[in-house]
């Protein structure tokens, strides 16, 4: 038997800088924004602080 193993949600490895790069690459060069690694990052993780 074999097996592959995807962990799309961080729960063996830490992967959010990863999601968090291409959210600021798409937000930035794809969509025109002018956002900082800062600014994007809070909010990648599920509830952002006005929640």
């Not at 995807?6 to 990863?18: A, K, Q, V």
Request: no cysteine.
């Amino acid at each position: 038997m074999q097996a592959l193993i995807f962990d799309l949600n961080g729960t063996m490895i830490d992967d959010m800088d990863f999601h968090t790069r291409g959210w600021l690459y798409l937000l930035n060069n794809i969509l025109g924004g002018s956002f900082t690694w800062d600014e994007v990052k809070p909010q990648m993780y599920g509830k952002n602080q006005e929640v």
